[in-house]
């Protein structure tokens, strides 16, 4: 039961907050979904991190661990949102917005992930 309640804890600050950088970052003129990239990258990166203290000489426990990269993560991040949104670019026809936003978030948010470990498991 701990456990669950450390990933509903850590779930809900990252919700929140990713709720907030989208609300500041999301460009509804333009339609690009910034505060949604920026929240993939940091949370990837932060996830690196975490994970990476983890494994160097259990840095972190794994009530630790659970609270901010399953919960605050797992909340902070936005894959369904950012499904939604290539779905909307697809519709409208924005088919190069779709393709940049796309391959950015995999790779850029992949290198963060590589990153975050590298610098705090090496």
Not at 1 to 20: D, E, N, P, W, Y
Not at 45 to 54: E, M, P, S
Not at 66 to 78: D, P, S
Not at 83 to 109: C, M, P, R, W
């Amino acid at each position: 039961m701990k456990q669950l309640l450390l990933v509903f804890i850590g779930g809900g600050f990252g919700s929140a907050l990713r709720f907030i950088i989208g609300k500041w970052l999301n460009n509804s003129e333009t339609g690009i979904p910034y505060g949604t990239f920026a929240a993939n990258i940091v949370g990837s990166l932060l996830i690196g991190i975490i994970l990476g203290l983890a494994a160097k000489n259990e840095t972190l426990s794994q009530s630790q661990t659970l609270l901010l990269a399953t919960g605050f993560c797992g909340g902070f991040t936005t894959f369904s949102t950012f499904a939604y949104e290539n779905h909307v670019f697809l519709k409208s026809g924005d088919f190069t917005s779709f393709a940049l936003y796309t391959i950015a978030s995999f790779v850029i948010g992949f290198l963060a992930v590589f990153l975050g470990l590298y610098l705090f498991k090496a």
